[in-house]
């Protein structure tokens, strides 16, 4: 009897891994997600912020909005970051705007999300529940992982000590630190462990958020040297979160509770629900395939959570291998496209990694000083000396547009976005396809599933023509520009320029993920 060979396999139903599955099933791929949680557990909040680029995915697999009415903060309720003595002391300084949650309209058609990890993962569950071709196998874990010249073989097995084989053409490690699949492929972290130990607390308290005198903000970062750390609501109805910054352990809840008290400055009611140490990790592996294997998100790279960057560059990597394994499986994109996943995502990981250590390098117990816990003139004095240095200090941490939307893969991607806070949306090979209104439509709302060429429609005939002649799918959409510019399935561009006579040039290098040096300077795009 012939094996039965799935297209895809992927280990680990964490949001990436989900996220490549919604990758795939948009692109009418069939796959198996491999999970040993049955359940989604919320007591642990993990990521709590989802950025507009991730909200960009998230708006074209249709699970935007689901997202937002399931966040228990909206973007609208605060985008505020307070630096405090303690919680229900004195502010110092404040930041506004935080995280892309008032994203520019002109910049973007979405913005960033609070809402924590388990809430994603949970919305992602359920739309993966409906969709064609998806077979979710949570209560099963990966115990073998196997390369062979034609497939790849992962052997599953539950808590009933069931097993199965299961034999995919690529398998994918969304298995996070310790990946079976990483480990499979001989790949190795390289970096180190970073920065002080911590402390996650997740209690609940009714009587906190009424004795707050500050506006409503996502993060409170308790500058008190006896007790630095930072504090935050994970809905309206009392429950937060807090990080103890260089505690290293919890003893017990007694300890957890005093913490708590600690830093928010008063004896309050608490109700501890769950404690987890850690300690920052800026790593990176070696390779990202080997094979028919391939590794994304934590499997690939850990770095600090300081920016809300880690989960948001897993879902990065989900959609970038997505859609060149699709075209793979498809039969119009060589094998030769899956190799620029590693080279297109190690270089944006080794970019957030850096970021993340600059920030960790003014966390709460580096900001802290005791003049800032005196009071009148004194503290009056010390705000006014220190509030602007921490503004400076903290910024790039929550303002990092250049990061988030301007990241690319061509030659001149880092001309957009010349420092993380910093984004100069231009059309030019590898970039994001900068946000505009057609027809009164966002553009990205217009592309089509696979490739899509803009540009009137004499100027883009020898591409369509090629692309039809080689059944590579393309859609058009006619405007007026002088330029023909051709967006992967991605929203990056593949190709800019004015002549697409060279039609077949182009599309060889775009489906094997190959930018054309510019023969021009780029263009700053007109919003």
């Given at each position: 009897m012939t094996e039965e060979v799935l297209p895809v396999a992927i280990i680990g139903g964490g949001p990436v891994g989900l996220a490549l599955a919604e990758e795939l099933?948009?692109?009418?791929?069939?796959?198996?997600?491999?999970?040993?949680?049955?359940?989604?557990?919320?007591?642990?909040?993990?990521?709590?912020?989802?950025?507009v680029r991730t909200m960009e995915h998230f708006r074209r697999w249709g699970i935007a909005d689901r997202l937002r009415a399931v966040a228990p903060l909206s973007a609208e309720w605060s985008q505020r970051v307070t630096f405090v003595q303690t919680v229900t002391g004195r502010e110092v300084t404040h930041i506004d705007d935080c995280l892309g949650l008032t994203a520019a309209p002109d910049l973007t058609p979405e913005r960033a999300q609070q809402v924590t990890q388990p809430l994603v993962e949970q919305t992602l569950r359920d739309h993966l529940a409906g969709a064609d071709g998806v077979e979710l196998l949570f209560g099963w874990r990966a115990v073998e992982v196997s390369d062979g010249p034609d497939h790849a073989t992962v052997v599953i097995e539950n808590d009933d000590g069931d097993r199965r084989e299961i034999a995919a053409r690529w398998v994918v490690g969304a298995d996070g630190p310790r990946s079976l699949v990483r480990e499979a492929m001989g790949a190795r972290y390289e970096g180190s462990i970073g920065g002080r130990p911590n402390v996650n607390i997740t209690f609940r308290s009714d009587r906190l958020a009424g004795l707050i005198p500050h506006p409503p903000s996502i993060h409170y970062w308790v500058l008190?040297?006896?007790?630095?750390?930072v504090i935050g609501p994970l809905d309206r109805n009392g429950t937060w979160w807090a990080i103890s910054t260089g505690t290293a352990q919890v003893d017990d809840t007694a300890h957890a509770e005093q913490l708590v008290r600690s830093l928010v400055g008063a004896d309050i009611d608490i109700e501890i629900l769950a404690t987890d140490p850690w300690q920052a990790r800026l790593l990176l592996a070696d390779r990202y395939r080997n094979g028919?294997?391939?590794?994304?998100?934590?499997?690939?790279?850990?770095?600090?959570?300081?920016?809300g960057h880690g989960f948001n560059t897993g879902i990065g990597d989900a959609v970038n291998l997505g859609w060149k394994l699709a075209a793979v499986v498809a039969g119009w994109a060589p094998e030769d496209l899956l190799d620029s996943y590693d080279v297109e995502r190690r270089p944006i990981e080794e970019q957030t990694i850096a970021l993340a250590?600059?920030?960790?390098?003014?966390?709460?117990?580096?900001?802290s000083n005791p003049v800032l816990m005196t009071t009148g003139a004194?503290?009056?004095?010390?705000?006014?000396?220190?509030?602007?240095?921490?503004?400076?200090m903290k910024s790039p941490e929550f303002h990092s547009p250049g990061l988030v939307l301007g990241y690319g893969y061509g030659p001149t991607s880092r001309d957009q976005s010349p420092t993380p806070a910093e984004y100069l949306p231009t059309i030019a090979a590898g970039n994001r396809l900068p946000h505009r209104l057609i027809d009164s439509r966002p553009i990205h709302d217009v592309l089509g599933e696979w490739f899509t060429v803009i540009g009137a429609a004499d100027a883009v005939a020898p591409l369509l023509s090629a692309a039809s002649a080689r059944v590579i799918p393309i859609t058009h959409v006619e405007t007026g520009d002088t330029d023909v510019i051709l967006v992967r399935p991605d929203q990056h561009i593949a190709w800019v320029g004015t002549d697409a006579a060279d039609a077949i040039d182009v599309l060889d290098a775009a489906v094997r993920g190959i930018f054309p040096a510019p023969a021009e300077p780029a263009k700053e795009a007109v919003l």
């Open positions: 099933t948009f692109h009418g791929v069939a796959v198996a997600v491999i999970e040993p949680r049955t359940s989604v557990e919320h007591s642990r909040p993990r990521a709590k912020t989802t950025s008190n040297p006896e007790s630095p750390g028919h294997l391939f590794i994304v998100g934590d499997a690939a790279h850990q770095n600090p959570p300081w920016g250590s600059s920030n960790m390098a003014a966390l709460s117990v580096d900001l004194e503290f009056e004095a010390a705000r006014e000396g220190l509030g602007p240095a921490i503004q400076q």
